[in-house]
C-alpha cells in the first residue's frame, strides 16, 4: 500500500538521497516501510564494526602499556605506575581538550543531548576522536568501562549515515538511538540489554515503531561482533541454585545495601568533578593528574586498574577475604570517580558492575558469618548485587536484569527482579539523580525519565478536524473533482460508494497528473488512494502530529474507531498548528491542565514564514533564546519536509523554515532576527556544524 495520497497501483516509496552517486541512483526510491529497516541494518553493522575496533584498539593499548610497565618497573621499582598513566593520560587530555570535547566522561549524556535538543546531530569527528581517547584510557590503566564510549561513537557513525541519506530529525534520532543499541549489543554480546538501555535510557519512548528498529540495530551489531571474537560473553559464571524462601530473601535484601552504593557512587562520581572545578585546573590537566591518582591507589591493589570486570569471577568463586573484598570496592569506588570524572574518557557501566559483584559479594560473605549454612552460594549475591547497584545509578531496571543474565547465564529471575526493584525504589526515594542526568541537569537541560506532556496530549482529533471536506460518488468525473476542490477549502476530495461508505482521497495532484496526460475520462474510484491512513476522534493530537510525520503526509481522514467506512472529518497539519497558536475556548481548561504554559493569544496579529540564514542571529540558537520581541510566538518549525514542534530546547539550523506569530509592528525585527547581515553569510558543510558544547564529564 502507498503511503501517499497517490493512487494505490503508484510506487509511493520513499527516496533516499545519497550524494555522490550519479543520476537517478543518487535519489534512491524504496518501499516506504522498508527504508527504516534498511537504516537500521546499516546502523548496526556501523556500530558493530565500531565495538569492534574500540575493542580491538583497547587490547593491544593494554597489552602495550603492560610491557612498558615492566620496562619502567625493571629499571625503577614499581612506583612507576603512576608515570604510565600519565603517558596514557597526555593524549586523552590533548582530544578533548583540543579536538572533540564531547569525547570528555562516559558519552551517554551527549547522546541524550543529541536525543534532546539536536535533533539527532553527532559531530562525525566525535566517533575517531572518542575512539582513540577511550583506549588510552582504558588502556593506559583508567579505571573505567567501554560502554559508554561506544555508545557515543555509535551515534556519532549512525548521525552521519542520516545525514548523508538526508533523514527528518525524528528517524534521526531513532537512528542514534538505534546505534546506542547495537553499541552495547556489539560490546558485551547483549542483544536484549542493548535493545532496553536505548529505549530506557537514551530513547526513553516505547513504541512498536522504535522498538523494531532498536531491535534490527542491535541484533545486527550483536552479529557483526560475533563474527570477530565468537559467541562468548565477557562473564560466564557457574550456575548457582537458590533453595528456601530464607535464601531468596537474603538475596532481595542485598537490594538495600546495593541502592546505597548506587546513589554513593553517583555522588563521589560528581563530588570528583567538583573538586577539578573547584581548584581552576585547565582541562588539559584534569586526566593527567586524575591518572596519576589513580596509579597511586593501584599502588595498593592494581586489580582496580581497567574495566575491572575479570575480577568478578574471583568475587563470584569466593576467592577473598572481607578485608580484601572492603579494600577493592573503596579504592575501585575512588578510582573510576577520579577517572571519569576528571574528563578523561571511559564509561560507569562496568566500574558499577565491579562494584555491584564486590558489594554483593561482601554481604554475602556477612550472612553466611551470621547464619552459617543458610545463605546459599555467595556467587549469587555478586551477581545480584552487579544488577541492583546498576539499577540505583542509572533508574533503569529492565537493562540491570538483562545485562545480567544474559553476561553470566544467572537464572534466578525470583532474586534478580526482587532486588533490582527494591533497589530502584529505594535510590528513587533518597534522590532523582541518576549517573546519566546530574551533568544535563547542571548544565540546565530538562531531559527527564519520562517525556513531559504538552498540550497536545490533552488535546483530541475531535476537537480540532474539520468536516466540510467535500465527499463525492465514486463514478465522479475529472470535471466535478475540480469543481469540488475549487468550492472547498483544502486541496483534497473524498470519495464514497453508493451507501456513502468511504472508499479513499483524491488530491489536486492526482487531478491534475490525470489532466497533463489526457487521461479526463478516469473517474473518482479510480483515481483515489484506496484505504489512506487514518486517525480517530478520540485520538491525540500528539499521536496524529506523530502519524503526519512518520508518513510524510499533509492531512489525514479521520473514521469512526467502530466503523473506518464512516469518515467524520479531515486533520491537516495547518490545523493542529492553529490549534497551537490560537487557543479557543473549547482546549482553554485542557491547556491550563497541562505542565507547559499554554501559547499566548495575539489580537490582530501576523503571521510570518521566515527561512534561517546561514549566520543569522537564529542559526544555531536554541528557541528560547531567541531575541524575538515580547508578543512574537514560535508555532512551528519545517525542517526538510518535516514538522518540528517548537520547543524550547530546539535547536534552530540553516535553512529551517520558521512560522512566527507577532503582532504586525513588530514584522521587521522579526526577520532580522532570521536573516544573515550582508556579507556574513557562511557556507554550511555538513561535517563542520558544532552543536552546542557539551557539558564536562559523563
Not at 64 to 69: C, D, G, M, T, V
Not at 313 to 336: E, W
Not at 417 to 430: E, G, R, S, Y
Request: contains cysteine; hydrophobic residues 50%.
Amino acid at each position: 500500500m502507498s503511503l501517499v495520497y497517490r493512487p494505490a497501483r503508484r510506487f509511493g516509496g520513499r527516496p533516499i538521497r545519497i550524494p555522490w552517486l550519479p543520476g537517478r541512483l543518487g535519489s534512491l526510491r524504496l518501499p516506504r516501510n522498508l527504508v527504516p529497516l534498511l537504516l537500521a541494518v546499516a546502523v548496526g553493522v556501523a556500530a558493530g564494526l565500531g565495538a569492534v575496533a574500540l575493542e580491538a584498539a583497547v587490547d593491544q593499548l593494554t597489552i602495550a602499556f603492560h610491557e612498558l610497565r615492566g620496562v619502567l618497573s625493571d629499571l625503577a621499582g614499581g612506583w612507576t605506575l603512576i608515570v604510565v598513566l600519565a603517558i596514557a593520560a597526555v593524549p586523552v587530555a590533548l582530544i578533548v581538550s583540543y579536538v572533540s570535547a564531547e569525547s570528555r566522561g562516559a558519552g551517554v549524556p551527549y547522546t541524550m543531548i543529541a536525543v534532546e535538543t539536536t535533533g539527532g546531530f553527532v559531530r562525525p569527528i566525535v566517533a575517531p576522536a572518542k575512539l582513540i581517547a577511550t583506549a588510552f584510557t582504558i588502556g593506559g590503566g583508567g579505571s573505567a568501562g567501554r560502554e559508554g564510549p561506544i555508545v557515543l561513537i555509535a551515534a556519532s557513525l549512525s548521525s552521519m549515515i542520516g545525514r548523508i541519506s538526508r533523514q527528518p530529525s525524528d528517524m534521526l534520532v531513532l537512528m542514534v538511538a538505534a546505534g546506542a543499541a547495537g553499541g552495547i549489543a556489539a560490546t558485551f554480546n547483549t542483544p536484549i540489554a542493548g535493545t532496553f538501555f536505548a529505549l530506557e535510557v537514551v530513547l526513553r519512548r516505547f513504541n512498536v515503531r522504535n522498538f523494531t528498529i532498536v531491535v534490527v540495530s542491535a541484533v545486527v551489531a550483536n552479529f557483526i561482533a560475533i563474527l570477530f571474537y565468537g559467541d562468548q560473553t565477557e562473564l560466564q559464571l557457574p550456575e548457582y541454585l537458590v533453595e528456601g524462601w530464607l535464601e531468596v530473601a537474603l538475596l532481595v535484601l542485598v537490594g538495600l545495601g546495593a541502592a546505597l552504593l548506587g546513589v554513593f557512587f553517583v555522588r563521589s562520581r560528581f563530588f570528583a568533578e567538583d573538586v577539578f572545578d573547584f581548584l581552576g585546573l585547565p582541562m588539559l590537566a584534569r586526566p593527567v593528574l586524575a591518572l596519576m591518582a589513580v596509579g597511586a591507589l593501584a599502588l595498593i591493589d592494581d586489580r582496580i586498574l581497567g574495566s575491572g570486570l575479570n575480577q568478578i569471577f574471583t568475587f563470584a568463586a569466593g576467592d577473598f577475604t572481607a578485608v580484601s573484598l572492603g579494600v577493592l570496592l573503596v579504592l575501585k569506588l575512588f578510582a573510576s570517580s577520579l577517572t571519569i570524572g576528571s574528563g578523561a574518557s571511559g564509561g560507569a557501566f562496568a566500574p558499577l558492575l565491579f562494584i555491584g559483584a564486590a558489594g554483593g559479594a561482601l554481604l554475602g560473605l556477612g550472612f553466611e558469618n551470621t547464619i552459617p549454612g543458610n545463605t546459599g552460594p555467595l556467587g549469587a549475591y555478586a551477581v545480584v548485587g552487579m544488577a541492583a547497584v546498576f539499577a540505583a545509578a542509572a533508574r533503569a531496571p529492565m537493562t540491570s536484569l538483562f545485562i545480567v543474565f544474559e553476561l553470566t547465564g544467572y537464572d534466578g529471575f525470583l532474586p534478580l527482579m526482587a532486588a533490582v526493584a527494591l533497589a530502584t525504589a529505594l535510590a528513587q526515594l533518597i534522590t532523582r539523580d541518576t549517573i546519566y542526568n546530574v551533568r544535563l541537569r547542571r548544565a540546565g537541560l530538562g531531559v527527564y525519565e519520562e517525556p513531559q506532556q504538552s498540550q497536545l496530549d490533552e488535546l483530541r482529533v475531535a476537537t480540532t478536524m474539520r468536516t466540510d471536506t467535500p465527499i463525492v460518488d465514486r463514478t465522479a468525473s475529472i470535471q466535478v473533482l475540480a469543481n469540488a476542490m475549487s468550492q472547498s477549502r483544502g486541496n483534497v476530495v473524498a470519495v464514497a460508494d453508493h451507501r456513502n461508505r468511504f472508499l479513499g482521497l483524491v488530491t489536486a495532484t492526482d487531478v491534475a497528473s490525470a489532466v497533463e496526460r489526457n487521461e479526463v475520462g478516469r473517474t473518482a474510484r479510480e483515481l483515489a488512494v484506496v484505504a489512506p491512513i487514518t486517525v480517530h476522534p478520540d485520538d491525540t493530537l500528539r499521536h496524529a502530529l506523530g502519524v503526519l510525520v512518520e508518513h510524510d503526509v499533509r492531512q489525514l481522514p479521520v473514521v469512526a474507531r467502530d466503523d473506518p467506512s464512516r469518515l467524520l472529518g479531515m486533520l491537516t497539519q495547518r490545523d493542529i498548528l492553529r490549534e497551537i497558536a490560537t487557543p479557543d475556548e473549547r482546549s482553554v481548561a485542557a491547556r491550563d491542565a497541562a505542565p507547559s504554559a499554554p501559547v499566548r493569544r495575539l489580537s490582530g496579529a501576523v503571521q510570518i514564514e521566515a527561512n534561517v540564514e546561514p549566520g543569522s542571529v537564529a542559526d544555531g540558537q536554541m528557541v528560547s533564546n531567541l531575541p524575538l520581541p515580547e508578543a512574537a510566538v514560535v508555532t512551528a518549525i519545517h525542517r526538510r519536509g518535516t514538522v518540528v514542534i517548537p520547543r524550547g530546547s530546539v535547536t534552530l539550523a540553516a535553512n529551517d523554515l520558521v512560522v512566527v506569530l507577532t503582532d504586525p509592528n513588530e514584522e521587521a525585527p522579526v526577520r532580522a532576527c532570521f536573516s544573515a547581515p550582508r556579507g556574513t553569510g557562511r557556507t554550511q558543510w555538513w561535517f563542520l556544524p558544532h552543536p552546542p558544547e557539551p557539558p564536562p564529564g559523563g
